[in-house]
């Protein structure tokens, strides 16, 4: 006996609902996708020191190894630091706002999840050196190049070059000052001195986040790791205890690491 229409669409429909139950129990779901370790990029600078005590702060629960591993680059400016990215050899880093940006033109799946650290740059000069008409800046950053000429108009050159030849281009006179990293200051402490690049609030550094990794419960862990550890290296006892620069120095540069909203 031939089946009706009607009878024939009930079992269409019920086959339906037999493979879309079998598609649903058995096979992954995008938002079910299970998160390892996340993979986080910081340099050998301020930001490594940040990455360090996030790490510390993991430590003291016994949950480091499941919530997050290091990648450290010299510079995140350096084509290393920007090729982890594009490859996918991290999940997140912390990189200057340049470059930031400059990635985020270039690689889909990322977002710059929110500024980081503020005013971590000083500029180095001589002892003896009394007026600046040259300063040397970090390659691609030419953010810190501008701020040089908004708040020291006499400076007549700003010069690009390499962060590990900073040191030899003020002691050569080849610039008679340079624009180092707060973390470089503290190495370099008995061979220059330091001003203020501004007296003005900047962003220095932001964190650029893998998209899907916002909201799982590890990067949540993440942030509330973060925001342990900034609570501490906030304080100039503990800018003191890990840079070994003096209060005075701190009081200066103004480096702050800023809480992220929720």
Do not use: H
Not at 67 to 82: E, G
Not at 94 to 105: G, K, R
Request: aromatic fraction near 10%; include cysteine.
């Amino acid at each position: 006996m031939d089946m009706s229409l009607n009878q024939r669409i009930k079992i269409v429909l019920a086959l339906a609902a037999v493979i879309f139950a079998i598609l649903y129990f058995f096979f992954p779901r995008d938002e079910e996708k299970e998160i390892g370790a996340i993979r986080v990029g910081a340099g050998k600078d301020i930001t490594g020191v940040l990455l360090e005590s996030i790490i510390a702060e993991a430590e003291q629960d016994n949950n480091q190894d499941s919530i997050l591993t290091a990648y450290i680059f010299v510079d995140c400016c350096s084509n290393t630091a920007q090729w982890a990215l594009q490859v996918e050899e991290i999940d997140m880093g912390f990189y200057c706002s340049s470059a930031a940006i400059a990635m985020l033109n270039q690689v889909d799946g990322f977002e710059l999840y929110a500024p980081i650290i503020m005013n971590s740059e000083v500029i180095a000069t001589l002892p003896e050196t009394n007026e600046i008409a040259s300063v040397g800046i970090p390659r691609k950053r030419t953010f810190l190049g501008s701020l040089v000429s908004q708040n020291y108009p006499e400076v007549e050159e700003i010069r690009e070059i390499d962060r590990t030849y900073f040191g030899y281009s003020v002691k050569l006179e080849e610039v008679n000052g340079a624009v180092l990293d707060v973390m470089d200051a503290a190495s370099n402490a008995e061979d220059f001195t330091y001003r203020p690049l501004t007296n003005q609030p900047y962003i220095s550094y932001c964190m650029v986040v893998r998209e899907d990794l916002i909201g799982t419960d590890t990067f949540n862990d993440f942030l509330r790791y973060y925001e342990r550890a900034i609570e501490k290296l906030n304080t100039t006892e503990e800018k003191v205890r890990l840079m070994k620069m003096d209060e005075e120095f701190w009081e200066m540069s103004m480096l702050e690491f800023l809480p992220i909203s929720d």
